[in-house]
């Protein structure tokens, strides 16, 4: 398992991601949250890939926010 925790400014899922067992760190509107990448991606999927931006570009990312859909899933550190 890829136990490096990266660290990036916005809430992300992404098609290149999946399986790689990742674990992100997010900086988004004043708090931090972390988050098992594959685990939301099983979760939120069947709803993410009837987004545009899905359908385009297989991934989707927020910098302003982790979505409603995306809360119950990241845990707030």
């Given at each position: 398992m890829n136990e490096e925790i990266k660290r990036i400014n916005y809430f992300r899922i992404a098609e290149d991601d999946f399986g790689l067992r990742l674990?992100?760190?997010?900086?988004?509107?004043g708090s931090e949250y972390i988050y098992e990448h594959d685990y939301v991606y099983n979760m939120l999927i069947d709803k993410y890939k009837e987004k545009q931006c899905w359908k385009d570009y297989r991934y989707y990312h927020n910098s302003n926010n982790i979505p409603k859909d995306a809360v119950k899933f990241v845990r707030e550190v």
């Open positions: 674990l992100y760190r997010v900086s988004v509107a």
